[in-house]
């Protein structure tokens, strides 16, 4: 015969014992039984004591930081003959961090995230089960024999418990995040800014609690930093809060309303807040030094001193009339900066001087182009100066030929008539200027008085075959003073005279006579050359010959 029976009981000690009733009628007479009858109570079994436990109580626990004790606190009390008894679950690893203990506090736990157990226990006997508070019987599926309420089974993961008799509320021990940055002292230049990313160490805050990538929490956690600035025109100061897939930046300006560095004292503390709770590490604390403006140092000057230069130049050399400062370098670069703040950026630096207390000068530069001259004074730059170099190209000159007879027949040399160089034309605000014209190449490069045949235009020259050199000079940037010398040629050429001869037929020969004239050029004296003979000139000779005969003829007579 089996009895099973279902029964709906309260917390509390009970017991059980059980009787027999007769499903079907059992002999007859007055020992028989019939149906439903309940045998006598001596013939009760031996009563069995079992336990009911009361639900889990509502747990409240408040994150600690780092080094506290994480204390669980529950509500409502344990019903008499129980007590509750707690244990500590590392929600990361699953592993029990202490087995069951009537404390609800915990000293000094780990940096992590966890999950405080609570479980009644029954501390007094209960109808034959032995319960003391040394020796509690905790809600075990399996109670026959008790003693199998081992350790193994109590502290088992996951619990052998009912879930109905176990409570559970997560517990939080928040860190005092340290920063990555640390106190590195920066000097910065008056109107720079920029910033400086807040970020943790090596020791992260546990994923559980926050995410040091993402800076997302999915319990609540918030990572922040507070920010003190003894300048608050340098850094402003207040809390900063994690941003996701960013970390927070500390932003600072460049700000100095004095004549000296500005020597700004920045802290900033890193904390995590949870539910009420704020945890903060150590103050890192930092300096950030604005430098005052400074007057560069001024008197440059490009040597040649004319920004334009002609296409034959040697250069420009720059450098200061005025004294350099010492504790400074001077740097030349090439094309104009592209940083909107006082920087050198994005053009090429042709060299680097020290200061000397002096005058420097930079190696020459030759391409044409805008150059800058930067003053560096401790880590800050400043600019001195730009110059814009060009080179304007030379004009094209023209040889000029100039021909002229000889003087005598025969002769090599002749009279140049109003010798003038012609020169080409240049825009404004350029000039060109004959300077001299010269017997020689050199001469007129050289200029001066040596070998000078005239210093203006237009002349007289005898001269035979030659050349006339002529100093040209060329004003490129309309400034007064001519910036380039050019050397123009005039070529001098004596065209040989013919030494003619006539014969006149009829010879002698009167007027109105028909005379024939045979002219001949002398041998060397020229080529290529044609005869013209005129009416005029052909009567005349014809009188000439004719005066000449009869007059001869009449003295001859005589």
């Known amino acids: 015969m089996q009895i099973f029976r279902r029964l709906i009981l309260f917390q509390g000690c009970h017991s059980i014992r059980a009787r027999v009733r007769a499903t079907t009628a059992c002999g007859v007479g007055p020992d028989g039984a019939s149906v439903g009858d309940i045998a006598p109570t001596d013939c009760t079994s031996l009563g069995r004591g079992f336990i009911t436990f009361p639900a889990p109580p509502t747990l409240t626990i408040t994150p600690v930081c780092d080094g506290g004790n994480l204390t669980a606190t529950a509500s409502p009390s344990a019903p008499t003959d129980y007590e509750w008894r707690y244990r500590l679950i590392n929600t990361t690893t699953n592993a029990v961090v202490g087995g069951w203990q009537t404390s609800s506090t915990w000293v000094a ?9 609570v479980v009644a226990v029954r501390i007094s006997d209960c109808f034959g089960i032995s319960a003391t508070p040394a020796t509690p019987i905790y809600p075990s599926n399996i109670q026959n024999p008790l003693n199998m309420q081992t350790p193994a089974i109590v502290d088992a993961l996951p619990t052998s418990f009912n879930a109905a008799c176990v409570g559970s509320q997560d517990a939080f021990v928040l860190p005092a995040p340290p920063m990555a940055i640390t106190p590195n002292n920066i000097t910065v230049c008056l109107g720079d800014n920029g910033k400086i990313d807040l970020q943790y160490l ?8 926050a995410d040091p990538v993402t800076g997302i929490s999915t319990v609540g956690a918030v990572v922040s930093y507070i920010v003190t600035s003894s300048d608050p025109l340098v850094v402003a100061p207040g809390t900063l809060n994690s ?6 930046e500390l932003m600072w300006m460049g700000e100095n309303g004095n004549n000296f560095p500005n020597v700004v004292t920045i802290g900033v503390t890193p904390q995590i807040t949870l539910d009420g709770v704020t945890c903060a590490g150590a103050e890192v604390k930092f300096s950030i030094t604005v430098q005052p403006n400074f007057a560069p140092t001024g008197g440059w000057v490009s040597s040649p001193n004319t920004a334009v230069q002609c296409a034959n130049n040697n250069g420009w050399t720059l450098s200061t009339t005025a004294n350099t400062d010492a504790a400074c370098t001077y740097e030349l670069y090439y094309n104009l900066s592209t940083s909107p703040l006082a920087a050198p950026i994005g ?3 042709v060299q680097t001087i020290a200061g000397n207390g002096g005058p420097v000068s930079f190696q020459p530069v030759f391409i044409p182009g805008t150059y800058q001259i930067w003053q560096r004074c401790g880590g800050c730059a400043e600019l001195a100066i730009t110059f814009n170099l060009s080179i304007i190209d030379a004009p094209t000159l023209t040889d000029v030929l100039l021909e002229t007879c000889p003087t005598t027949p025969g002769g090599n040399t002749g009279t140049f008539t109003g010798i003038n160089y012609t020169l080409p034309t240049v825009p404004t605000p350029q000039t060109i200027t004959v300077l001299g014209y010269y017997d020689s190449f050199n001469n007129a490069n050289n200029g001066g008085t040596t070998g000078l045949i005239s210093a203006t235009a237009p002349f007289d020259y005898i001269s035979s075959d030659a050349a006339i050199y002529v100093r040209i000079g060329h004003n490129v940037d309309g400034l007064p003073g001519d910036d380039c010398y050019y050397v123009g040629t005039i070529e001098l050429r004596v065209v040989n005279r013919p030494i003619v001869t006539l014969t006149a037929i009829e010879n002698p020969s009167c007027i109105n006579q028909e005379v024939q004239l045979i002219s001949t050029v002398v041998a ?13 000139l052909a009567l005349w000779l014809a009188y000439y010959w004719c005066y000449w005969y009869c007059y001869c003829n009449r003295n001859h007579s005589r």
Do not use: D, F, R, T
Not at 109 to 117: A, I, K, L, Q, R
């Open 109 to 117: 736990p780990p940096v992590g995230c966890y999950s405080v157990e």
């Open 202 to 209: 090596e020791q992260m805050v546990p994923a559980c609690l």
């Open 243 to 248: 941003l996701p897939n960013n970390a927070p």
């Open 347 to 349: 053009n090429a630096l």
């Open 524 to 536: 060397g004296s020229g080529v290529g050359y044609i005869h013209i003979v005129g009416k005029e």
